[in-house]
């Protein structure tokens, strides 16, 4: 095992009959299993969870559909003996020599001001606690002609990215970081569509105007879907993106607001199938704005355009702990020897929780539903009994996850 590394993902047979088994070793000699199934018929992409611990979710996705014995593996979780959230199996020899954890590039993207006090949040005393449950997060998901054509025209294949895509980002809003006494709530994701768009979205600069056009704000506020967030994802290069950030107003733009053209986000596509982590923590950064979450950091210009130096940054505090430098989905990467990713930092809850206030002091309640934790299969009803009928129900995937409802046979 290398120094450098403190823990080990790899593949391993599966004791309980699951889609997927991992196991992780750690630098003190122990080791955990990972079960998975898969969430779709192809087989490559891959919910999951470590066996001795339900509640650590895991998400694995491979650029093989199905996977194979020999597939590289793209392995996402969060666990106090691993340094970052990326844990990958490199061993196809096209790839081998890629980083188990991918080098994180300097985000290209917009700058915002920062409102006043947000710089060094001084602590305070919410009178509304999250809900123990988190949240549901209803969220319409659009690709851009480029990343269609980026897909062989495919719309099969361009959807299947962004699910992967999306299997990666969810995991940084269902792991609970703590600061002191503030908890980073769960948010799930719910997923009303994933539709093609017939238009390629500009790139670069001309990105940032389109995103603040009446065009795209006219599209989205007319879409048939009801949502909380419109999320488009387009072929870029440069992985940027820009989001309607809530700039710490209880009516301003993002999720809470009534115009749904104001509660949207464009998130890049790198082009490269092994970004998928990559590009999937812009799609969870983008959405963090929309929940009024500022970057972990303080530009020295205070405010747009970006600057020719992305890292060029200040400290941005809560109760005199820094939030920046610390590769927390809000901040830039930018010293990919030293920064893991990680989730969130005690700026980002404070945001969140701030503004969570603020909706409730104004209008009584919050505007995104609290996640519903009663018993249900994840799997159809009918699947559910076919499998217990099986034995199924003596396996975790099945107990746990797939179909708790019907091998717990709980009541609702
Ligand atoms: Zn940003």
């Not at 992780?24 to 779709?40: C, H, K, P, Y």
């Not at 670069?204 to 419109?230: C, I, P, Q």
């Not at 600057?307 to 940054?313: I, K, P, Y």
Request: proline share 5%.
């Amino acid at each position: 095992m290398p120094q450098n590394e403190d823990c080990v993902v790899s593949y391993t047979d599966c004791l309980h009959g699951e889609d997927l088994c991992l196991q992780v070793d750690f630098t003190d000699g122990g080791s955990e299993q990972i079960v998975l199934g898969s969430e779709t018929d192809d087989h490559c992409i891959f919910d999951g969870f470590f066996l001795s611990e339900p509640e650590r979710t895991v998400a694995a996705t491979s650029p093989d559909c199905p996977i194979k014995p020999s597939s590289d593996l793209h392995v996402t979780f969060r666990h106090p003996k691993c340094k970052g959230m990326y844990n990958n199996i490199y061993q196809s020899s096209e790839n081998r020599e890629y980083p188990k954890r991918p080098v994180p590039k300097p985000m290209k993207s917009h700058f915002h001001k920062m409102p006043e006090g947000r710089q060094n949040i001084t602590a305070s005393n919410f009178t509304y606690q999250f809900p123990s449950t988190g949240f549901d997060l209803r969220m319409m998901v659009f690709y851009d002609r480029g990343f269609l054509q980026q897909h062989y025209h495919n719309k099969y294949y361009a959807r299947q990215t962004v699910q992967k895509l999306i299997a990666h980002a969810k995991q940084t809003y269902l792991t609970q970081d703590k600061c002191q006494y503030l908890k980073m709530p769960k948010v799930h994701f719910v997923i009303e569509d994933i539709a093609a768009m017939d238009w390629s979205f500009p790139q670069g600069e001309d990105m940032y105007d389109y995103f603040l056009s009446d065009e795209l704000w006219y599209f989205t506020r007319n879409y048939h879907v009801e949502a909380d967030l419109y999320h488009y994802i387009q072929y870029n290069p440069d992985g940027s993106g820009i989001a309607d950030l809530t700039e710490n107003k209880v009516d301003g733009p993002g999720v809470c607001n009534p115009d749904r053209g104001m509660r949207k986000a464009i998130s890049g596509w790198t082009g490269d199938h092994n970004d998928v982590q990559y590009n999937g923590g812009t799609f969870a950064h983008e959405i963090g704005h929309t929940l009024n979450m500022h970057h972990d950091f303080v530009h020295p210009s205070g405010m747009n355009p970006p600057s020719e130096d992305m890292c060029d940054r200040g400290d941005r505090y809560w109760n005199g702990v820094s939030c920046t430098w610390m590769a927390s989905v809000m901040d830039y990467w930018c010293d990919s020897e030293k920064e893991f990713y990680k989730d969130w930092s005690c700026c980002s809850i404070d945001d969140f929780k701030y503004l969570y206030n603020k909706r409730i002091q104004k209008y009584g309640k919050y505007c995104l539903d609290t996640h519903s934790n009663t018993c249900y299969n994840e799997e159809t009803d009918g699947y559910c009994n076919y499998k217990k009928s099986r034995g199924y129900c003596d396996y975790a995937y099945y107990y746990h996850k797939a179909c708790r409802k019907t091998c717990k046979q709980c009541s609702t």
